[in-house]
């Protein structure tokens, strides 16, 4: 059972305009919720997190807004530039825990020139 | 990915043989965790380790892997009689000893892709 769904295994978007990536959850015990980017034979790199008492949280090009009573985030970046093709990974925290993230299967962003 | 060292980055084994995997974390860092990436999938939590003693191991398959963080030297990931379902990549991921792991302060490394033939 997933605890962590990112629906959508890919998404196209152009260069300039807004790209939102998506992801549920189910357990109402996550405390945290983190985006990580990743490139083909590289490791996850930190991108944005949000607490689970917020619902926002702004840095840059890039949003996260959370959404508790629906259990849903999204990741909103904007502009979208080519370097930001990637695949995006949604990652909970569950309260109490450490460093036990639950990952999203990842959604593979391309964006065109 | 801020200095999580991870060698070999790429292990081919055959069935039957043992993978060793090591990370050295971050200079200063204290926590260390253990991730593998099946194909296809999200990354999946094995182990979180401090210098000698493992923290939480919820993610271990019972038989065959194991791992430690000693005293001294790097973490070590191990697994023994690989079969060709641990073919995936290994995560390490290190985080300093005052915030533990709340997500920003975890530090991936670039990962160890185990090839079982």
């Known amino acids: 059972d997933q605890q962590v769904k990112q629906n959508s295994p890919s998404l196209s978007v152009q260069e300039g305009r807004i790209s939102i990536l998506n992801c549920d959850y189910t357990?109402?015990?996550?405390?945290?919720f983190l985006w990580y980017k990743k490139y083909p034979a590289e490791g996850p790199t930190f991108l944005i997190s949000?607490?689970?008492?917020?619902d926002k949280n702004e840095d840059g090009r890039f949003t996260v807004f959370l959404n508790k009573s629906a259990k849903h985030l999204s990741l909103h970046i904007v502009p979208s530039q080519p370097g930001d093709s990637a695949v995006y990974f949604c990652?909970?925290?569950?309260?109490?825990?450490?460093?036990?993230?639950?990952f999203g299967k990842g959604t593979k962003l391309s964006v065109k020139p | 990915n801020a200095g999580v060292m991870q060698n070999p980055r790429h292990l081919v084994r055959r069935r039957g043989q043992e993978a060793r995997l090591r990370c050295s974390p971050v200079?200063?860092?204290?926590?260390v965790y253990w991730y593998r990436q099946l194909p296809e999938e999200g990354l999946k939590f094995m182990v979180y380790l401090q210098k000698e003693n493992i923290i939480d191991e919820s993610g271990m398959p019972k038989e065959r892997f194991s791992a430690e963080f000693p005293k001294e030297g790097p973490s070590i990931l191990r697994i023994q009689q690989v079969v060709r379902g641990d073919s995936a990549a290994y995560f390490c991921?290190?985080?300093?000893?005052?915030?533990?792991?709340?997500?920003?302060?975890?530090?991936f490394g670039e990962g160890s892709w185990l090839t079982v033939v």
């Open positions: 949000i607490s689970s008492i917020k």
């Open positions: 200079k200063g860092h204290s926590h």
């Open positions: 991921a290190s985080s300093p000893p005052s915030k533990g792991g709340t997500g920003n302060t975890i530090y």
């Open positions: 357990n109402s015990m996550f405390d945290y």
């Open positions: 990652a909970a925290l569950l309260r109490g825990s450490q460093g036990n993230l639950i």
